[in-house]
């Protein structure tokens, strides 16, 4: 085999990433962070240290597939040094070991898609914007590392690179939440890479000026979600000021104040007001279908084995007082039984609840946000991020009055609930907070 130069120069922020043992390994950044780049040089370097190798390289669609991994794939590995049969989508190289390299370019789109690896045995895999494809798809290629057979486990590697996805997602689960044993991850930010224009990054900062979901995400590489409409915190939240760097931990003999949603979609937050005067969101519980009785059981159980030994707050929506036609009994009457005495907030009213939690974003003290929340808190977080939001009237332009109701607004819910009763709100004409806000003769207010 004739030797192959490639001019590779490592990122700093990936000099890591090159030298971990871990047998899956994730790069999460923003776009043209060097992902793709650092992912093929690293497929690239194992190979050439083994007699035969086999990898898959996945995209979710076969146009993508051509459009961006096997066009990157060969900006670094020249094609000159192998064999390239388009037609099957295979690369096959000579390995200085006397061996071959067989690489395969494959798209999984369909359910059909991810049945095809089920037969392949492989010695790497690389999943490009991995976010794009189901679990199942990581699950069965993990199953397929066996190639060439006999071989010592230390020689299987699997590759994922995406932009950063939001917290409830399969990947942030997988490798931050609770990281499965042998995965490890790496985060970027913006500026990392010295091979763009000096510009790139704060061109796509004034572009996305008016979207601070996006500019977290595909400039600074934070976590989050990506969703349309106007985000109800979007100028108040940032996810790395605001969540914590791993699980928080209760503080003994101060309160677990608890915020309560109702309804078929119950939500319920459990948070404590440290001495120093900050807000900690240490869970979130909640359901997309299910009664108040069941959950509130669910929340008990949690409660005895979460957090024994404290004594709690509970505050919920005003509502919670109705009682139902059937029983005649109101959701905080069936909590009451389980000994959960919930109070009413003093309102329901939107500017308040919000200006509670708003509050709390944009304060600080000695450095440190005035509210903190623990990662597990997935839902919250991504609303935050912009789950919960104001959705646009058509293509006008403008946006609804109030937040919309999706999955993202009961746990929001639930916490204005708790921070309202806990922190109050300047403004104390309820009759006010129930009418709309006329300012006239003022522009740009």
């Given at each position: 085999?004739a030797k192959i130069d490639i001019?590779?120069?490592?990122?700093?922020?990936?000099?890591?990433?090159?030298e971990s043992p871990a047998r899956?390994?994730?790069?999460?950044?923003?776009?043209?962070?060097?992902?793709?780049?650092?992912?093929?040089?690293?497929?690239?370097?194992?190979?050439?240290?083994?007699?035969?190798?086999?990898?898959?390289?996945?995209?979710?669609?076969?146009?993508?597939?051509?459009?961006?991994?096997?066009?990157?794939?060969?900006?670094?590995?020249?094609?000159?040094?192998?064999?390239?049969?388009?037609?099957?989508?295979?690369?096959?190289?000579?390995?200085?070991?006397?061996?071959?390299?067989?690489?395969?370019?494959?798209?999984?789109?369909?359910?059909?898609?991810?049945?095809?690896?089920?037969?392949?045995?492989?010695?790497?895999?690389?999943?490009?914007?991995?976010?794009?494809?189901?679990?199942?798809?990581?699950?069965?290629?993990?199953?397929?590392?066996?190639?060439?057979?006999?071989?010592?486990?230390?020689?299987?590697?699997?590759?994922?690179?995406?932009?950063?996805?939001?917290?409830?997602?399969?990947?942030?689960?997988?490798?931050?939440?609770?990281?499965?044993?042998?995965?490890?991850?790496?985060?970027?930010?913006?500026?990392?890479?010295?091979?763009?224009?000096?510009?790139?990054?704060?061109?796509?900062?004034?572009?996305?000026?008016?979207?601070?979901?996006?500019?977290?995400?595909?400039?600074?590489?934070?976590?989050?979600?990506?969703?349309?409409?106007?985000?109800?915190?979007?100028?108040?939240?940032?996810?790395?000021?605001?969540?914590?760097k791993g699980p928080l931990t209760?503080?003994?003999?101060?309160?677990?104040?608890?915020?309560?949603?109702?309804?078929?979609?119950?939500?319920?937050?459990?948070?404590?007001?440290?001495?120093?005067?900050?807000?900690?969101?240490?869970?979130?519980?909640?359901?997309?279908?299910?009664?108040?009785?069941?959950?509130?059981?669910?929340?008990?159980?949690?409660?005895?084995?979460?957090?024994?030994?404290?004594?709690?707050?509970?505050?919920?929506?005003?509502?919670?007082?109705?009682?139902?036609?059937?029983?005649?009994?109101?959701?905080?009457?069936?909590?009451?039984?389980?000994?959960?005495?919930?109070?009413?907030?003093?309102?329901?009213?939107?500017?308040?609840?919000?200006?509670?939690?708003?509050?709390?974003?944009?304060?600080?003290?000695?450095?440190?946000?005035?509210?903190?929340?623990?990662?597990?808190?997935?839902?919250?977080?991504?609303?935050?991020?912009?789950?919960?939001?104001?959705?646009?009237?058509?293509?006008?332009?403008?946006?609804?009055?109030?937040?919309?109701?999706?999955?993202?607004?009961?746990?929001?819910?639930?916490?204005?609930?708790?921070?309202?009763?806990?922190?109050?709100?300047?403004?104390?004409?309820?009759?006010?907070?129930?009418?709309?806000?006329?300012?006239?003769?003022?522009?740009?207010?």
């Amino acid at each position: 085999m004739a030797k192959i130069d490639i001019p590779y120069k490592c990122l700093e922020s990936l000099k890591e990433f090159h030298e971990s043992p871990a047998r899956v390994r994730l790069i999460v950044g923003p776009f043209r962070s060097g992902k793709s780049a650092a992912a093929v040089m690293e497929l690239f370097i194992q190979a050439q240290m083994l007699q035969n190798c086999r990898t898959v390289c996945i995209r979710s669609s076969y146009r993508e597939l051509k459009d961006t991994v096997i066009k990157t794939f060969f900006e670094w590995v020249p094609k000159k040094g192998g064999v390239w049969r388009e037609s099957d989508l295979t690369f096959t190289m000579k390995l200085p070991l006397g061996g071959t390299w067989e690489v395969l370019f494959r798209s999984a789109e369909t359910a059909e898609d991810i049945e095809k690896f089920r037969g392949l045995e492989i010695t790497q895999y690389w999943m490009d914007e991995a976010q794009e494809m189901p679990m199942d798809v990581k699950l069965v290629l993990d199953g397929r590392l066996s190639y060439p057979t006999g071989s010592d486990r230390s020689i299987f590697m699997g590759i994922l690179t995406t932009n950063p996805c939001d917290v409830e997602h399969w990947i942030y689960k997988t490798f931050v939440m609770n990281p499965l044993p042998s995965h490890a991850y790496w985060r970027q930010g913006a500026n990392e890479n010295p091979h763009l224009h000096k510009e790139y990054y704060q061109e796509l900062e004034q572009n996305y000026r008016d979207r601070p979901e996006m500019l977290r995400r595909y400039v600074h590489g934070e976590w989050g979600a990506i969703f349309s409409g106007k985000p109800v915190y979007g100028n108040e939240f940032n996810f790395d000021f605001h969540v914590a760097k791993g699980p928080l931990t209760p503080i003994q003999g101060i309160d677990i104040c608890c915020g309560w949603d109702f309804g078929l979609t119950p939500a319920c937050v459990f948070t404590q007001v440290h001495p120093d005067g900050r807000w900690v969101i240490l869970r979130e519980m909640w359901s997309d279908d299910m009664g108040i009785d069941e959950f509130g059981d669910a929340v008990v159980d949690f409660c005895n084995r979460e957090f024994p030994g404290y004594t709690f707050r509970d505050v919920g929506d005003p509502s919670g007082k109705a009682r139902m036609a059937t029983d005649e009994k109101s959701c905080m009457d069936i909590l009451r039984t389980k000994k959960r005495n919930v109070r009413s907030a003093s309102t329901n009213a939107l500017i308040p609840r919000l200006e509670a939690v708003k509050r709390r974003l944009i304060r600080s003290a000695k450095g440190k946000a005035l509210l903190t929340i623990d990662p597990r808190c997935r839902r919250l977080v991504d609303g935050f991020s912009g789950g919960y939001r104001y959705v646009e009237r058509g293509n006008s332009g403008l946006h609804s009055d109030t937040p919309e109701k999706n999955r993202y607004s009961h746990i929001h819910d639930a916490l204005q609930y708790i921070a309202l009763d806990l922190f109050g709100y300047s403004e104390r004409d309820v009759k006010w907070w129930n009418e709309p806000i006329q300012q006239r003769g003022i522009v740009n207010a």
